[in-house]
């Protein structure tokens, strides 16, 4: 069978349509923007396929070179609704010798316009007065009649939903290094037909003539009538939904090829897609592809980023294993970094962001993560927003994070203020991100967060403020929780420790959250198709406890207000009280989990916790279009909670937000370790106390000579302590976890002494340890607190940390082993990943 060789031109594309077109091609020559497009299912086959040369002026319409999509909808006429969009077709494309670069478009076809609404025709004229009688008097003329009512002008139709891109595969050679850049779309969604025009009233038909008299004059004319009431005009037409996200997959002699591939967002038909938070397993093609393409491709990422590609090829190979171990069981994954979803939010009146030609739409936007362990050296973060309604990416950013800053970076949150979203319409705006993690292995992890769809709403934030009750400290200070500690300006008491080192987690929560006037609040989300981060306790760098309830329980603890003028509020509450109506299994408070300092802290009993709560409420949002009309639809509104060591900016305060879906607390301690009954405290006089005999305002001295007022006495029972003795004769009973002074590093945890380390006196001079060892107690201890940030005590002779003290060195870490050399040249690929992506 000879093979058909065409020159293809923009004026005559090659439409692949009917059966008869499924030939098999030998060379086909695009000229001038020519095109070919697919809209049917098949194997196509071009054995050489060349492109010459074009300029902008002979650009197609597609911008494309092949294209695979779905018949077009038709357009409505007299107000009735575009028809849907066609799906785009699923293909296999081969081409044996690429000659060009060539781009390949998967789009479903567009959806139809709705029709314009008919418009309203005018009403009729009113009838004319009759004439009066003639007579010795003449008689007064009749009024004219009313004109008829105009009709109201027709609604204009719903426009068709776009069409969802197809499957597609193409498989290609080429002899010359040739590429295919590869896009797959969404249809786009027809457009809503306008408005009919209202019909005018009819005109009051004319008074009759008066009647001739007798002496000849005319009586009085009747009065014309009344013109007919305008009609209305109609309501324009809604906008149809774009298609659903198709895939195209390239492969260069049967090896995924270096190919763009872009997707736009699925069809939502009203509802929304599941979106939210997961950990992509790159042992699926899917995930792995994704990581790939994010490289330029495998082969790229083969040639230029070696190192970071056998990263990813090691850590699909190990989801692969995990996939095959944890069949027919529940995968438990340890999170390592926590990924905070974006948020957006419309700039305040009063901004600075304005235009010289007046107002302008503004937004912006925040994202950050969380570093759970130490184990994670470098992070990748990247994230996007996109006016999801005009189908265009609005911001983009790409950071790579390390080093010391990966501590700090969780409160720089990424932001950026965006102008000019349109003029003053009401806008869906999407937000995500991506995180990609290395951990000092060498290790490979990517994680995704999608938020949902916002509506923007003008310059109004849909939540417009936020209140948390609990938990809360004195004033602006750190919220203190203690376990077997009590006593002073404690926020929260606990029960003791457990032998195992494990604790139960009591932290209640509760507060009222007050939406826009324009938000009615329905009910907290139960949709399983919206995912909700889940309520977290961050113990930095060292682990994560979860709020450990069911959706459905969380959504229990949120009502709406009944108070009248509190329609738009909702509260929340956490607190101590029943967890279910007539059956007080759990309290609130009682977060159902235990936290394992043995694992999280290495045995030591202390931790800086933040904590995170995320809620998203389904609310009823009214948008007002003009005066007398409005446009209503639900949404997703989401708020959180958050600790924070400094609040971010200048005007931000604790525990009150204003115009905004986040509110911040102060970051909250988990704190215990004391002295045992006895220990004689240095006084700023000179004299000594038993720890138990001191009181609020006494005076202790300090390391720095300086008199220290008391302003806090914490006390709690122990069953055991670390004895330290030294060869002098000294002698102490602490809690293991309790800093010593020590002459080369400083303060030291009293359990990581070793014998023969070198103390310093608080008299002066040095000795060393000579015995440290645990024993039984079973007893009270004591510590204080000052006016300072923590100081060293005189006690029993040597240097020993107040309660402060203890737990701000108490989250000192053996020093971390060096980073690999390996993993240093991943890292530096990464780093230079990111620069070329710029």
């Keep these: 069978m000879n093979k058909k060789n065409l020159v ?93 670069n060539v781009k390949i478009l998967n789009i479903g076809g567009t959806g139809g316009d709705g029709g314009r609404g008919k418009s309203g025709e005018d009403g009729e004229a009113g009838r004319n007065g009759g004439a009066g009688g003639d007579g010795f008097i003449g008689g007064r003329g009749g009024n004219g009649g009313s004109g008829y009512p105009g009709k109201d002008g027709g609604n204009g139709g719903t426009g068709g939903n776009g069409g969802d891109a197809g499957a597609v595969k193409v498989y290609y050679h080429t002899d010359n290094g040739s590429t295919i850049q590869a896009l797959a779309e969404c249809g786009k969604a027809g457009k809503g037909g ?171 936007c925040k994202a950050g993560f969380q570093r759970l362990t130490d184990e994670v050296v470098a992070v990748r973060f990247t994230g996007e927003l996109k006016n999801v309604t005009q189908g265009i990416s609005l911001y983009h950013f790409d950071k790579l994070v390390t080093d010391e800053a990966l501590a700090s970076f969780p409160e720089k949150e990424m932001k950026k203020a965006i102008k000019d979203i ?27 967060s999608k938020t949902l769809t916002y509506m923007v709403l003008g310059e109004e934030d849909m939540i417009h403020g936020l209140n948390v009750e609990l938990p809360k400290g004195r004033g602006n200070d750190i919220i203190k929780v203690t376990y077997a500690r009590g006593g002073g300006d404690i926020s929260y008491e606990n029960a003791s420790v457990g032998e195992d080192n494990k604790v139960r987690v009591y932290l209640p929560m509760k507060g009222y959250i007050d939406f826009s006037e324009a938000c009615r609040p ?108 409005s446009y209503t639809y639900e949404t997703d509104v989401t708020g959180s909670i958050q600790s924070v060591s400094s609040l971010p900016e200048s005007g931000d305060q604790y525990y009150i937000s204003v115009d905004s879906s986040e509110v911040y607390i102060p970051q909250i301690y988990m704190l215990w370790g004391c002295f045992a009954a006895g220990t004689l405290i240095k006084m700023a006089d000179g004299t000594r106390k038993p720890v138990e005999c001191i009181s609020v305002g006494d005076e202790v001295a300090g390391k720095d000579e300086m008199p220290h007022r008391v302003t806090r006495l914490v006390k709690g029972e ?95 870490k053996k020093k971390q082993e060096p980073i690999p050399e390996e993993t240093l040249q991943i890292i530096e690929e990464l780093r230079q990943a990111v620069e070329d992506g710029k």
């Design 194 to 364: 306008s408005e009919g025009k209202k019909g005018y009233g009819g005109a009051g038909g004319a008074g009759g003539r008066g009647g001739i008299g007798a002496d000849q004059k005319m009586a009085e004319s009747g009065l014309p009538g009344k013109s007919g009431e305008n009609g209305q005009d109609g309501q324009p037409g809604k906008d149809g939904v774009p298609g659903g996200r198709g895939t195209i997959e390239v492969f260069k002699d049967d090896i995924p090829a270096d190919c763009q591939e872009t997707v736009c967002r699925e069809r939502t038909s009203g509802k929304q897609k599941k979106r939210g938070f997961r950990v992509l397993d790159l042992s699926q093609k899917e995930d792995y592809q994704h990581v790939m393409q994010k490289y330029g491709g495998e082969e790229r990422m083969k040639e230029k980023y070696p190192r970071l590609y056998h990263s990813v090829r090691a850590a699909a190979e190990e989801d692969r294993k995990k996939q095959q171990n944890t069949m027919g069981k529940e995968q438990e994954d340890v999170e390592n970094v926590y990924v905070l979803p974006m948020t957006i939010r419309p700039v305040p009146a009063g901004n600075s962001l304005t235009a010289s030609g007046g107002p302008v739409r503004a937004i912006s």
């Design 8 to 100: 293809i031109s923009q004026g005559a594309p090659l439409i692949v349509e009917q059966e008869k077109s499924l030939t098999e091609y030998g060379t086909i020559v695009l000229k001038d923007g020519g095109y070919i497009e697919i809209r049917r299912p098949c194997e196509f086959t071009i054995e050489r396929l060349e492109r010459t040369a074009r300029t902008g002026k002979e650009e197609n319409k597609w911008c494309s070179d092949i294209i695979i999509t779905g018949p077009e909808g038709e357009r409505g006429f007299g107000g009735s609704d575009g028809g849907d969009g066609g799906d785009a077709p699923e293909v296999t494309l081969h081409i044996g010798n690429l000659v060009n």
């Design 718 to 812: 122990e069953k055991k302590l670390f004895v330290l003795e030294t060869e002098d004769g000294k002698k102490l009973r602490l809690t293991k976890g309790h800093p010593v002074e020590t002459w080369k590093d400083g303060p030291v945890h009293v359990q990581e002494l070793k014998c023969g380390d070198i103390l310093p006196l608080a008299d002066g001079g040095c000795t060393e340890v000579r015995f440290i060892y645990p024993e039984d107690y079973n007893g009270v201890v004591y510590n204080l607190e000052t006016e300072e940030d923590g100081i060293m005590l005189d006690a029993a002779g040597l240097w020993a940390g107040d309660f402060m003290m203890q737990n701000k060195t108490a989250s000192l």
């Design 422 to 448: 349109s003029t003053w319409q009401t806008q869906e705006i999407e937000a995500s991100s991506e995180v990609t993690e290395i951990y000092r292995s060498g290790y490979h992890k990517v994680k995704q």
């Design 522 to 629: 329905i009910a907290y989300e139960m949709d399983e198709g919206v995912e909700i981060p889940n309520i977290k306790l961050l113990y930095n760098n060292y682990g994560v406890a979860e709020y450990n309830y069911s959706r459905k329980e969380i959504a229990g603890f949120f009502k709406n207000s009944t108070v009248k003028g509190e329609e738009h509020r909702v509260y929340f509450d956490f607190g101590p009280g029943d967890s279910r109506e007539g059956k007080a299994k759990y309290t609130k408070d009682d977060w159902k989990t235990s936290i394992d300092f043995k694992h999280y802290d290495n045995e030591e009993h202390y931790a800086t916790v933040k904590l995170i709560c995320p809620f998203i409420y389904k609310c009823e949002v009214t948008v007002k279009i003009s005066e007398e009309s």
